[in-house]
């Protein structure tokens, strides 16, 4: 069972920047593929970034929404995955998931079985 814990959200203006950090518990992170999803309210979940590192290969994908703004990287030592979020606008506030799943770089956030509690992120405008 992979337990994850983000933290970083908070209040920005428009235009600013934010890290987001997610925590796993899971000995065999670097197997995972690790995503950030979102969730503004009366909205789907949306797919934001995933991505997997090993030492054979790498993979990262992004939605077009946030592409050039954010950067998804990880820390398969420390168990550590973070959104990178600049350029910031009041369209990328929502509640920010962590989410896993072993296998490939997928968008589909029923492909993913394990989430953390969700971080908030506002932006005014």
């Known amino acids: 069972q992979v337990q994850l814990v983000e933290s970083g959200g908070g209040l920005v203006q428009t235009g600013g920047s934010l890290r987001l950090s997610c925590a796993a518990s899971?000995?065999?992170?670097?197997?995972?593929?690790m995503a950030w999803f979102r969730q503004a309210p009366g909205k789907e979940r949306e797919f934001v970034a995933a991505i997997f590192r090993s030492w054979s290969s790498s993979s990262t994908e992004y939605a077009d929404s946030v592409k050039g703004r954010f950067t998804i990287s990880r820390d398969n030592v420390k168990n550590w995955v973070y959104l990178q979020m600049n350029s910031l606008k009041p369209e990328d506030t929502a509640v920010y998931y962590c989410a896993a799943r072993r296998g490939t770089v997928v968008s589909n956030h029923h492909e993913y079985a394990y989430w953390g509690q969700g971080t908030q992120v506002t932006v005014s405008s």
């Open positions: 899971e000995r065999t992170f670097g197997t995972y593929t």
